[in-house]
């Protein structure tokens, strides 16, 4: 059999490294998704989680990656095939009232979100430098206005996408605190399952904090977004000769994002677990500047640096996505212009909703809403309306009038049915022990 030649295998290795390139091009929805997952709110839950349980519940980041992933998948999906996000869907082929309650829901999950994750950026930086919070609080929720507004979107998206470098924070901080990796590794792989309602709770705000209406909203739009700007692509309806390829790229999007996010919500529980668990600090950790400030003394100023700027970064990439998962909602709606390519001027109506929801979220912060009492709101609407609109997403993937012929893989639908069931379980149990006001 006769050896491949030398240029046949610098042909086949420049193949693959366009390939690879290409596909680190072409990553952005899903990435940016997943790291927008790690906003500061969840930053918090994940070191309550780390100071209160040590490395017990590592293991649900891993049990949580395929299911976030799924229905995640399933959202990139839809916007890729219609071209339109999931509101413009909902319009389309649901009932109204169904389509207006989600949306409102968003929205005041959204916002509410959005103003503790404003305070907690202010909050970083009062660690770092002093001076006062409202001021802080200000100039962050202006800065992310700002960048919304009068940035095109091709060049606010690359911003975005090199702001998730960011994280890697959180990766550093742990291999700065004293970690028993054997316990951990073996924490991550077998779980343990305490049978308090303390450890529920955690599981259940766990849950709630990796899978969020705001990023389905986000990604579908997105994709949508992005199938109309790049120049020869239509959406999958119109052009189903594209979507092997489509959908391939979808899924590595995806699964890298939610990947990503996943392994720095792991770390952050790591660290917290080996520096304020250790302390026996569990009880003091309310937000994501209490874990950074509770960390200085523990792990030493540089792992107490990484860790708030970690906060202030993850802030400036949660905040769009958060007030711009509403705007595409409303907008969708109301079949109102939406686009954040356009100008202001093109899609007045749209921005407004960007504008109204930033300033609504931090002037929470000024009328001294408790931010946890924000983040706790906030999870209990996303707990109400996640499991109906997974369930209509699971629906209407495999809805021939919605998709085509285009319904997910047997591997998505089993997995995105079983986030379903477990997040339905997990609502049901936040809202019944908030009931009983345990």
Excluded at 13 to 35: D, E, F, M
Excluded at 188 to 202: C, L, N
Excluded at 319 to 338: I, M, N
């Amino acid at each position: 059999m006769p050896r491949p030649s030398k240029n046949n295998v610098r042909e086949k290795s420049s193949t693959s490294r366009k390939a690879h390139q290409h596909l680190l091009l072409r990553l952005g929805p899903g990435l940016i998704t997943g790291a927008a997952d790690d906003d500061p709110s969840g930053i918090a839950t994940y070191s309550q989680v780390g100071a209160q349980f040590g490395y017990g519940m590592l293991w649900t980041m891993l049990f949580s990656f395929p299911l976030m992933a799924a229905i995640q998948e399933i959202c990139g999906r839809l916007g890729r095939i219609t071209g339109v996000g999931i509101a413009a869907n909902l319009r389309k082929h649901y009932p109204r009232p169904m389509l207006h309650g989600v949306v409102i829901l968003l929205c005041a999950a959204n916002i509410f979100n959005l103003g503790a994750d404003v305070t907690a950026m202010g909050a970083a930086m009062q660690l770092i430098v002093k001076g006062p919070l409202l001021a802080y609080v200000a100039t962050f929720g202006a800065l992310s206005l700002l960048l919304q507004v009068f940035v095109p979107y091709k060049k606010y998206v690359r911003y975005l996408r090199w702001l998730t470098v960011v994280l890697f924070a959180y990766v550093a901080t742990a291999f700065l605190a004293h970690v028993k990796w054997g316990s951990a590794l073996r924490a991550t792989f077998i779980p343990s399952v305490s049978w308090s309602k303390d450890y529920w709770m955690a599981l259940v705000a766990v849950l709630g904090t990796t899978i969020s209406p705001y990023l389905f909203f986000w990604q579908a739009s997105e994709e949508a977004e992005d199938a109309c700007l790049n120049t020869g692509e239509k959406p999958l309806g119109a052009q189903p000769s594209e979507a092997a390829k489509e959908f391939q790229r979808i899924a590595s999007d995806t699964r890298i994002g939610m990947g990503f996010s996943n392994l720095v919500a792991f770390f952050v529980i790591l660290t917290t677990a080996a520096t304020l668990h250790v302390a026996g600090a569990g009880k003091e950790i309310a937000t994501a500047a209490d874990a950074a400030k509770a960390l200085l003394p523990l792990a030493g100023k540089f792992a107490f640096l990484l860790f708030a700027i970690g906060i202030i970064g993850t802030g400036l990439l949660a905040v769009p996505v958060l007030a711009g998962s509403a705007a595409y909602a409303v907008a969708e709606t109301f079949q109102w212009h939406a686009s954040l390519e356009c100008k202001p001027r093109e899609a007045p109506k749209f921005y407004a909703v960007i504008v109204a929801a930033t300033v609504i979220g931090i002037c929470l912060t000024f009328f001294g809403l408790n931010p946890i009492r924000a983040l706790y709101w906030s999870a209990v609407i996303n707990g109400v309306v996640s499991v109906p609109l997974m369930l209509i997403l699971m629906l209407m993937s495999r809805n021939r009038s919605v998709v085509g012929e285009f319904s997910p893989s047997r591997y998505v639908q089993i997995v995105g049915w079983f986030a379903t069931l477990v997040m339905a379980a997990a609502s049901a149990a936040f809202i019944i022990s908030g009931l009983n006001g345990k």
